[in-house]
């Protein structure tokens, strides 16, 4: 066993245009699936891009908005996510500040929540 901090925000990330976010690699699984933590501070975004794979963003604290092509913002709170198909282009972001888990890699499959 290994126990470990993941949302240590060792790298800033500036691309696409993206203010206030911080990022820190957490796992790669196989060749194609990988986990990452990024924190994203009050008045943050992550700036518009295509997901370079399928991409799930599992907000576990705060909360913000997330974006498709259209840029239509719909409102996102902790223990909520996101999915975004290889190539859909999106954006995320955030007044109050949040951290999150991203997921990538692929194919994949959502789950529905199951019955209690």
């Given at each position: 066993?290994?126990?470990?901090?993941?949302?240590?925000?060792?790298?800033?990330?500036?691309?696409?245009d993206?203010?206030?976010?911080?990022?820190t690699?957490?796992?790669?699984?196989?060749?194609?699936?990988?986990?990452?933590?990024?924190?994203?501070?009050?008045?943050?975004?992550?700036?518009?891009?295509?997901?370079?794979s399928?991409?799930i963003?599992?907000?576990?604290?705060?909360?913000?908005?997330?974006?498709?092509?259209?840029?239509?913002?719909?409102?996102?709170?902790?223990?909520?996510?996101?999915y975004?198909?290889?190539?859909?282009?999106?954006?995320t972001?955030?007044?109050?500040?949040?951290?999150?888990?991203?997921?990538?890699?692929g194919?994949?499959?959502?789950?529905?929540?199951?019955?209690?």
């Amino acid at each position: 066993m290994e126990v470990f901090t993941f949302d240590r925000g060792e790298r800033q990330v500036t691309a696409y245009d993206s203010v206030g976010l911080h990022a820190t690699q957490v796992a790669r699984f196989t060749e194609r699936a990988k986990a990452r933590c990024l924190t994203l501070a009050p008045g943050g975004i992550i700036g518009t891009h295509p997901a370079v794979s399928h991409q799930i963003l599992l907000i576990v604290t705060g909360s913000g908005w997330v974006a498709g092509g259209d840029g239509a913002r719909v409102a996102i709170v902790s223990g909520q996510a996101a999915y975004w198909e290889p190539g859909e282009v999106h954006t995320t972001g955030s007044e109050s500040g949040l951290t999150a888990i991203v997921l990538e890699g692929g194919p994949v499959t959502v789950f529905e929540p199951e019955a209690g």
